[in-house]
């Protein structure tokens, strides 16, 4: 049985590049939810799901935990890639709508990633453009209200805001497990 096992749903690259990182960590293998195979999932001793936040769900998350092949004995940690910000109400917003009663227990994790318009598919690239735009003119708005300036960044709908050393703590939870 190998130790680890890391398993993500990613569609603009941002969640993969946590699990990449997750995985490099851990020493083990990161699969594509689509591509996991029940051999891989039975044979881990603790699996690290993640996936992006997509209109407050985790894309996948309801799918892997409802998997047959998973083993009730197994060690879950899940971790969650939005634009929200770690310690916002956001974010721990998502914790609470996707952890269930029976799923309440398990480690959450919540990291942020960022934006790249390119990378998403028509209808939720203009429901993104939407909220992305609208929320950049309302930071420029309060700033301006509150006589500060604000540094632009290069487009609001190419933004990077993922950092390894945010991992930092799921990696060490998942070791103190093991």
Known sequence: MSEYLVIYSSSTGFTERFANWIAEELACEAVNLHDLESAQLKS????IYG??????????LKKFLRRSDRQKCQNVFVFAVG??????????????????????????FYF??????????????????????????????AAVKAG??????G????????????????????????
């Not at 881990?44 to 699996?47: C, D, G, Q, Y």
């Not at 996936?51 to 996948?60: Q, S």
């Not at 960022?114 to 929320?135: C, E, H, N, Q, R």
């Open 155 to 178: 487009s609001p709908l190419k933004q990077d805001y993922s950092d390894r050393a945010a991992i930092k703590l799921l990696v060490e939870a998942v070791k103190a497990v093991a």
């Open 83 to 108: 634009l929200a910000q770690v310690n916002s109400a956001d974010a721990t917003r998502y914790r609470r709508a996707n952890l269930n009663e029976t799923n309440r227990k398990i480690p959450w």
């Open 44 to 47: 881990a001793k603790t699996i």
């Open 51 to 60: 996936g992006p936040v997509h209109a407050g769900w985790v894309v996948g």
């Open 148 to 153: 500060k300036t604000i540094e632009e960044k």
């Open 112 to 141: 942020q990633g960022g934006v790249d318009i390119d990378k998403v598919k028509w209808p939720v690239k203009l429901v993104l453009k939407m909220i992305v735009l609208s929320d950049a003119a309302a930071q420029r708005k």
